[in-house]
Nanobody
Framework: QVQIVESGGGWVQPGGSLNLTCVAS????????MGWYRQAPGKQRETVAT???????HYSDSVKGRFTISRDVDKNTIYLQMDSLKVEDTAVYSC???????????????WGQGTQVIVSS
């Protein structure tokens, strides 16, 4: 079994910062990519930032320059440093991992439960 667990959400005032952590654990042979996604009430889920195991990084235009994704390959962990937060960043932030549990199988998608981020004065 594979578990994806996010932490670090909470409430912050506009302009503030939060740091999210996502840990993939369990029977993991290797992972190809991990990333952060968010869904605000009444809106579709959108990509926030993703990274491959090798370090190729993608940011959505809405967070570029404010958010920083990083990874610890050996710990199957990614982080999201969120600075200059805006009210419109309020959402449930979920972590996704594309990984395989055995050497010869294809990568599969695993999702965490999500962590709430509220940006409000």
């Amino acid at each position: 079994q594979v578990q994806i667990v996010e932490s670090g959400g909470g409430w912050v005032q506009p302009g503030g910062s939060l740091n999210l952590t996502c840990v993939a654990s369990g029977t993991i042979f290797s992972w190809y990519a991990m990333g952060w996604y968010r869904q605000a009430p009444g809106k579709q889920r959108e990509t926030v930032a993703t990274t491959t195991r090798g370090g190729y990084i993608h940011y959505s235009d809405s967070v570029k320059g404010r958010f920083t994704i990083s990874r610890d390959v050996d710990k199957n962990t990614i982080y999201l440093q969120m600075d200059s937060l805006k009210v419109e960043d309020t959402a449930v932030y979920s972590c996704n991992a594309q990984l395989r549990t055995k050497q010869w199988e294809a990568d599969d998608d695993y999702w965490g439960q999500g962590t709430q981020v509220i940006v409000s004065s």
